[in-house]
Protein backbone atom coordinates (compact mmCIF):
# COMPACT_ATOMS: atom_id res chain seq x y z
CA UNK A 1 0.00 0.00 0.00
CA UNK A 2 1.57 3.58 -0.87
CA UNK A 3 2.76 5.79 1.94
CA UNK A 4 1.80 9.30 2.07
CA UNK A 5 3.80 12.52 1.64
CA UNK A 6 3.16 15.60 4.05
CA UNK A 7 4.11 19.15 2.96
CA UNK A 8 4.92 20.41 6.29
CA UNK A 9 5.15 24.05 7.33
CA UNK A 10 8.27 24.73 9.87
CA UNK A 11 9.29 28.56 11.49
CA UNK A 12 10.52 31.17 9.80
CA UNK A 13 11.68 32.51 12.84
CA UNK A 14 9.98 31.97 16.40
CA UNK A 15 10.71 28.19 16.82
CA UNK A 16 7.62 28.19 18.99
CA UNK A 17 5.50 28.36 16.05
CA UNK A 18 5.51 24.69 15.12
CA UNK A 19 2.10 22.89 15.16
CA UNK A 20 1.97 20.00 17.77
CA UNK A 21 0.64 18.04 14.15
CA UNK A 22 3.88 18.71 12.61
CA UNK A 23 5.99 17.65 15.20
CA UNK A 24 3.82 14.48 15.56
CA UNK A 25 4.35 14.01 11.74
CA UNK A 26 8.20 14.69 11.90
CA UNK A 27 8.43 12.31 14.79
CA UNK A 28 6.51 9.47 12.98
CA UNK A 29 7.89 9.94 9.08
CA UNK A 30 10.54 7.12 7.75
CA UNK A 31 12.29 10.14 6.18
CA UNK A 32 12.56 13.91 6.09
CA UNK A 33 13.21 16.00 2.98
CA UNK A 34 14.55 19.40 3.21
CA UNK A 35 16.76 22.15 1.51
CA UNK A 36 18.98 21.72 3.72
CA UNK A 37 20.10 18.97 5.78
CA UNK A 38 22.43 20.98 8.13
CA UNK A 39 20.17 23.67 8.86
CA UNK A 40 17.03 21.46 9.19
CA UNK A 41 19.16 19.30 11.64
CA UNK A 42 19.23 22.18 14.18
CA UNK A 43 15.46 22.63 13.84
CA UNK A 44 15.02 18.92 14.44
CA UNK A 45 17.60 18.37 17.08
CA UNK A 46 15.95 21.61 19.22
CA UNK A 47 12.63 19.37 19.16
CA UNK A 48 14.90 16.24 19.75
CA UNK A 49 13.82 14.50 16.74
CA UNK A 50 15.93 12.01 15.47
CA UNK A 51 15.13 10.74 11.75
CA UNK A 52 16.85 10.26 8.36
CA UNK A 53 17.24 12.97 6.38
CA UNK A 54 17.80 13.30 2.25
CA UNK A 55 18.21 16.60 0.72
CA UNK A 56 15.90 18.09 -1.51
CA UNK A 57 16.73 21.68 -3.22
CA UNK A 58 16.02 23.30 -7.31
CA UNK A 59 19.83 21.67 -8.14
CA UNK A 60 19.00 17.95 -7.48
CA UNK A 61 14.63 18.05 -7.62
CA UNK A 62 14.06 16.72 -10.73
CA UNK A 63 16.35 13.27 -9.86
CA UNK A 64 15.28 13.46 -6.19
CA UNK A 65 11.68 13.40 -7.20
CA UNK A 66 11.71 9.91 -8.46
CA UNK A 67 13.59 8.38 -5.78
CA UNK A 68 11.28 9.75 -3.14
CA UNK A 69 7.97 8.65 -5.32
CA UNK A 70 9.60 4.93 -5.73
CA UNK A 71 10.30 4.98 -1.64
CA UNK A 72 6.52 6.31 -1.16
CA UNK A 73 5.36 3.57 -3.51
CA UNK A 74 6.80 1.54 -0.97
CA UNK A 75 4.77 2.66 1.71
CA UNK A 76 7.11 5.08 2.88
CA UNK A 77 6.04 8.27 4.90
CA UNK A 78 8.26 11.13 3.96
CA UNK A 79 7.90 14.42 5.52
CA UNK A 80 8.80 17.43 2.70
CA UNK A 81 9.91 20.51 4.67
CA UNK A 82 11.82 23.86 3.33
CA UNK A 83 14.53 25.57 5.70
CA UNK A 84 11.65 27.78 6.57
CA UNK A 85 7.89 28.48 6.03
CA UNK A 86 5.89 26.35 3.89
CA UNK A 87 7.46 23.90 1.60
CA UNK A 88 6.60 25.41 -2.53
CA UNK A 89 5.87 28.56 -1.63
CA UNK A 90 9.10 30.11 -3.55
CA UNK A 91 10.55 27.12 -2.28
CA UNK A 92 10.99 23.46 -3.81
CA UNK A 93 8.50 20.65 -3.90
CA UNK A 94 6.34 21.18 -6.49
CA UNK A 95 7.87 18.49 -8.85
CA UNK A 96 7.51 16.04 -5.76
CA UNK A 97 4.32 16.83 -4.88
CA UNK A 98 2.93 16.76 -8.60
CA UNK A 99 4.43 13.49 -9.18
CA UNK A 100 2.81 11.70 -6.18
CA UNK A 101 -0.28 13.27 -7.23
CA UNK A 102 -0.29 11.37 -10.59
CA UNK A 103 0.93 8.50 -8.85
CA UNK A 104 -1.78 8.40 -6.63
CA UNK A 105 -0.07 8.94 -3.46
CA UNK A 106 -1.85 10.73 -0.83
CA UNK A 107 -0.14 14.28 -0.29
CA UNK A 108 -1.72 15.53 3.13
CA UNK A 109 -0.56 19.29 3.69
CA UNK A 110 0.56 20.13 7.45
CA UNK A 111 -0.02 23.89 7.47
CA UNK A 112 1.80 26.14 9.51
CA UNK A 113 4.07 29.74 9.55
CA UNK A 114 4.06 31.07 6.48
CA UNK A 115 5.70 34.86 5.66
CA UNK A 116 3.25 35.69 3.07
CA UNK A 117 0.40 35.17 5.83
CA UNK A 118 2.15 37.06 8.54
CA UNK A 119 2.97 40.14 6.62
CA UNK A 120 -0.60 40.30 5.24
CA UNK A 121 -2.04 39.77 8.65
CA UNK A 122 -0.05 42.92 10.38
CA UNK A 123 0.61 44.57 7.14
CA UNK A 124 -3.08 46.99 7.65
CA UNK A 125 -3.26 46.68 4.02
CA UNK A 126 -6.44 44.88 2.65
CA UNK A 127 -6.78 41.23 2.84
CA UNK A 128 -10.20 40.76 0.70
CA UNK A 129 -8.00 40.60 -2.52
CA UNK A 130 -4.21 39.61 -2.05
CA UNK A 131 -1.96 38.32 -5.43
CA UNK A 132 1.97 36.47 -3.98
CA UNK A 133 4.33 37.36 -6.42
CA UNK A 134 6.90 35.54 -5.47
CA UNK A 135 10.82 36.73 -5.49
CA UNK A 136 11.13 39.99 -7.76
CA UNK A 137 13.40 39.67 -10.91
CA UNK A 138 16.59 40.86 -9.66
CA UNK A 139 17.32 43.13 -12.74
CA UNK A 140 15.65 46.55 -12.56
CA UNK A 141 13.98 45.99 -16.40
CA UNK A 142 13.06 42.86 -15.18
CA UNK A 143 11.16 44.33 -11.85
CA UNK A 144 9.60 46.93 -13.93
CA UNK A 145 7.84 45.29 -16.51
CA UNK A 146 6.14 42.81 -13.98
CA UNK A 147 5.20 45.89 -12.15
CA UNK A 148 3.89 47.54 -15.28
CA UNK A 149 1.72 44.08 -15.99
CA UNK A 150 0.45 44.06 -12.25
CA UNK A 151 0.07 47.83 -11.54
CA UNK A 152 -3.88 47.64 -12.39
CA UNK A 153 -4.26 44.71 -10.11
CA UNK A 154 -6.84 45.46 -7.38
CA UNK A 155 -5.91 43.34 -4.72
CA UNK A 156 -2.86 43.38 -2.34
CA UNK A 157 0.33 42.23 -4.17
CA UNK A 158 2.85 40.86 -2.02
CA UNK A 159 6.62 40.06 -3.12
CA UNK A 160 9.53 38.65 -1.53
CA UNK A 161 13.00 40.85 -1.89
CA UNK A 162 16.50 40.08 -0.89
CA UNK A 163 17.94 42.60 1.29
CA UNK A 164 20.52 44.13 -1.12
CA UNK A 165 17.83 44.94 -3.51
CA UNK A 166 15.15 46.46 -1.07
CA UNK A 167 16.01 50.26 -2.10
CA UNK A 168 16.14 49.11 -5.28
CA UNK A 169 12.97 47.32 -5.67
CA UNK A 170 11.26 51.12 -3.87
CA UNK A 171 12.44 52.77 -6.41
CA UNK A 172 11.09 50.93 -8.96
CA UNK A 173 7.82 50.60 -7.32
CA UNK A 174 7.87 54.21 -6.66
CA UNK A 175 8.26 55.19 -10.44
CA UNK A 176 5.87 52.39 -11.34
CA UNK A 177 3.31 52.19 -9.15
CA UNK A 178 3.43 55.66 -7.79
CA UNK A 179 2.50 56.90 -4.22
CA UNK A 180 -0.13 53.66 -3.39
CA UNK A 181 0.81 52.57 0.49
CA UNK A 182 3.84 50.32 0.94
CA UNK A 183 4.41 48.15 3.47
CA UNK A 184 8.21 46.31 4.06
CA UNK A 185 7.83 43.79 6.46
CA UNK A 186 11.42 42.57 7.62
CA UNK A 187 12.46 39.27 10.01
CA UNK A 188 9.16 38.22 10.85
CA UNK A 189 9.02 36.69 13.89
CA UNK A 190 12.58 36.87 14.95
CA UNK A 191 14.10 39.65 17.81
CA UNK A 192 14.17 42.33 15.15
CA UNK A 193 11.21 41.82 13.27
CA UNK A 194 9.68 44.99 12.29
CA UNK A 195 7.01 46.65 10.08
CA UNK A 196 7.51 49.96 7.69
CA UNK A 197 4.78 51.75 6.00
CA UNK A 198 4.64 54.75 3.50
CA UNK A 199 4.71 55.38 0.35
CA UNK A 200 7.75 53.63 -1.73
CA UNK A 201 9.91 56.34 -1.38
CA UNK A 202 9.24 57.13 2.35
CA UNK A 203 10.04 53.60 2.89
CA UNK A 204 13.34 53.71 1.45
CA UNK A 205 14.11 56.92 2.86
CA UNK A 206 14.25 55.21 6.53
CA UNK A 207 15.80 52.23 5.41
CA UNK A 208 18.47 54.48 3.25
CA UNK A 209 19.43 55.98 6.43
CA UNK A 210 20.80 52.66 7.77
CA UNK A 211 24.58 51.46 7.43
CA UNK A 212 22.94 48.41 6.13
CA UNK A 213 19.54 46.69 5.28
CA UNK A 214 19.58 43.14 6.90
CA UNK A 215 17.25 39.85 7.26
CA UNK A 216 14.78 38.45 5.14
CA UNK A 217 12.02 41.25 3.62
CA UNK A 218 8.61 40.84 2.11
CA UNK A 219 7.19 43.92 0.26
CA UNK A 220 3.50 44.42 0.49
CA UNK A 221 2.07 47.04 -2.38
CA UNK A 222 -1.62 48.43 -2.05
CA UNK A 223 -4.00 47.47 -4.34
CA UNK A 224 -4.45 49.64 -7.55
CA UNK A 225 -7.51 51.17 -6.70
CA UNK A 226 -7.10 52.01 -3.05
CA UNK A 227 -6.90 56.09 -2.20
CA UNK A 228 -4.74 56.89 0.89
CA UNK A 229 -6.41 58.56 3.43
CA UNK A 230 -4.01 61.12 5.17
CA UNK A 231 -4.25 64.34 6.80
CA UNK A 232 -1.75 65.81 5.32
CA UNK A 233 -1.49 68.84 2.66
CA UNK A 234 -0.81 68.36 -1.19
CA UNK A 235 2.05 70.73 -1.23
CA UNK A 236 3.90 69.15 1.57
CA UNK A 237 3.49 64.99 0.56
CA UNK A 238 4.66 67.13 -3.06
CA UNK A 239 7.63 68.21 -1.44
CA UNK A 240 8.38 65.02 0.96
CA UNK A 241 8.53 62.77 -2.87
CA UNK A 242 10.77 65.75 -4.31
CA UNK A 243 13.03 65.56 -1.00
CA UNK A 244 13.03 61.66 -1.94
CA UNK A 245 14.34 62.37 -5.53
CA UNK A 246 11.12 62.44 -7.21
CA UNK A 247 11.15 65.27 -9.95
CA UNK A 248 7.98 67.57 -9.71
CA UNK A 249 5.54 66.65 -12.22
CA UNK A 250 6.08 62.94 -11.11
CA UNK A 251 5.73 63.94 -7.70
CA UNK A 252 2.23 65.85 -8.35
CA UNK A 253 0.70 62.52 -10.25
CA UNK A 254 1.51 60.01 -7.70
CA UNK A 255 -0.07 62.43 -4.88
CA UNK A 256 -3.18 62.82 -7.19
CA UNK A 257 -3.22 59.12 -8.22
CA UNK A 258 -2.93 57.76 -4.51
CA UNK A 259 -5.51 60.82 -3.47
CA UNK A 260 -8.36 59.59 -6.21
CA UNK A 261 -7.34 62.90 -8.00
CA UNK A 262 -6.94 64.15 -11.70
CA UNK A 263 -3.85 65.66 -12.25
CA UNK A 264 -6.02 69.13 -13.07
CA UNK A 265 -7.77 68.68 -9.75
CA UNK A 266 -3.69 68.24 -8.17
CA UNK A 267 -2.34 70.74 -9.66
CA UNK A 268 -5.55 73.47 -8.88
CA UNK A 269 -5.48 72.68 -5.49
CA UNK A 270 -1.82 73.04 -5.21
CA UNK A 271 -2.43 77.04 -7.09
CA UNK A 272 -5.19 77.83 -4.52
CA UNK A 273 -2.63 76.57 -1.29
Same mark, same amino acid.
Given at each position: ?8 ? &????? $????? $? ?20 ? !? @? ?6 ? %? ?10 ? /???? /???? %?????? !? ?16 ? *? ?23 ? #? ?19 ? &??? *? %????? #? %?????? #? ?11 ? @? ?46 ? &? ?21 ? $? /? ?13 ? !?????? !? ?5 ? #????
Amino acid at each position: MPGTLYVVS &TPIGN $LEDIT $LRALRILREADLIACEDTRHSR !K @LLDHFAIS %KPLVSYHDHNES /ERAA /ELIE %KLKGGS !KIALISDAGTPLISDPGY *RLVQAAALAGIAVAPVPGPSATMAA #LAASGLPTDAFRFCGFFPPKT &TQR *R %KVMEE #L %KTETAT #LIFYEAPHRVLDA @LDDIAAVMGARPVVVARELTKLHEEFLRGTAMAVRAQLADRPMVRGEI &TILIGKADQVEVTDVPIEEAVRE $L /ERNGVARMDAIKQVA !KSRGLS !KRDCYRR #LNIS
